[in-house]
């Protein structure tokens, strides 16, 4: 065992303070890798607080994990110290399945999250608000040698949360996307998006953010406070995808999508939302959701944001500010991404 330093909420809904724990020794098919940076998800908040199931106390969060590798098990081929390397929103899948699913394994019995969770031993997880982590080979994902690490940390979960429905529903040229709304989890849509040469819409609640949306590689920018931009894009888009967590009319939105389009959400509302029936059956329209993405899907994200130099715009913090950061994720006040410099743990 090794001792690692780190952040945790003890209780739900108590604040992040300085915690140590313990972290197993590598096994032969386990890296162990110096984290240096790790971004901050608005699920990091919902998690500590004990907002969307009962959680595993003390709570190390964190799933957008990078850093550097420090030592590898003696099976393991794909690391060598010195790597770049990241760790996304889980650490095991599959474990119930006879074989694992490469393809589609974020949605199979087995999961293990990186933090908050159980793993097969049934010892608790602990994310990556911490200076190191020991995770499987097969869970562990290169990081472009071009892309910053702490810009890169985003990628490990905003990135792949939009990288996946935009992939798996073909945006690409000739394509009309719409992302409604530009937080951490849009701004990474409309880079992605217009990456993959789709026509990019951003749909926000005011102009506000205009000039971001242009700048990060939106092609249009309308703002939905306005009831004429939904007479003006009726019908307009072959893939919306939603990553709004507060309530909104779901059906005023599925009147932008083209006949045969679809709308995905991958934020996550606190209630239930009313579709009415004739919102779909009208335009055959259809109305999905998905769930970050493989192992597999992430290194191609990662792989292809190298090749287009793209990362998280993001505000770097100290880890003593965890709890300010929550408060202000809460109110929208970043733009877009707060990121944990995790040297500061040493202070």
């Known amino acids: 065992m090794s001792t690692a330093k780190g952040y945790a909420a003890l209780a739900p809904k108590a604040p992040l303070q300085a915690f140590s724990f313990e972290r197993r020794e590598p096994n032969d098919d386990d890296v162990v890798i110096d984290i240096q940076f790790c971004g901050v998800c608005h699920s990091d908040i919902h998690q500590v607080r004990d907002e969307w199931f009962p959680g595993i106390y003390p709570q190390v969060p964190g799933h957008e994990v990078v850093g550097v590798v420090t030592k590898v098990g003696a099976k393991v081929s794909k690391f060598k110290e010195g790597d770049r390397v990241g760790v996304g929103c889980f650490v095991d899948s599959c474990v119930h399945c006879q074989t694992r699913d490469e393809n589609a394994e974020q949605y199979l019995p087995g999961l293990t999250q990186t933090y908050n969770d159980r793993d097969a031993s049934g010892q608790p997880t602990y994310g990556g608000y911490s200076d190191h982590i020991v995770v499987k ?84 920018y309308y703002p939905t406070n306005d009831p004429k931009t939904f007479e003006a894009l009726a019908g307009t888009f072959d893939l919306i995808i939603n990553t709004v967590s507060a ?101």
């Not at 996550?268 to 055959?284: H, T």
């Not at 913090?317 to 994720?329: F, L, T």
Request: charged fraction near 20%; proline fraction near 5%; aromatic fraction near 6%.
């Open 137 to 220: 080979e097969g869970y562990v994902l290169s990081v472009p040698d071009n892309l910053p690490l702490d810009g890169a940390a985003p990628l490990l979960c905003a990135g792949i949360t939009l990288w996946s429905p935009l992939k798996h529903w073909n945006a690409g040229p000739g394509k009309k996307v719409a992302i409604i709304g530009l937080g951490g989890l849009g701004h990474m849509g409309v880079k992605l998006a217009h990456a993959l040469g789709a026509e990019v819409t951003v749909l926000s609640q005011s102009m506000a953010k205009k000039d971001d949306a242009l700048r990060l590689g939106a092609d249009h």
């Open 247 to 347: 309530p909104i009319d779901w059906n005023a939105y599925l009147s932008l999508v083209k006949v045969d389009g679809t709308m995905v959400l991958v934020g996550v509302p606190d209630n239930p939302v009313p579709v009415s029936a004739f919102a779909l059956i009208a335009g055959r329209k259809s109305l999905a959701g998905s769930m970050i993405g493989s192992i597999k899907e992430t290194q191609e994200m990662l792989d292809f944001c190298g090749e287009h130099n793209i990362v998280s715009d993001i505000e770097v913090i100290d880890i003593k500010d965890i709890n300010a950061a929550y408060e202000r994720v809460i109110k929208s006040d970043v733009r877009y991404r707060f990121v944990i410099d995790m040297a500061t743990l040493k202070g």
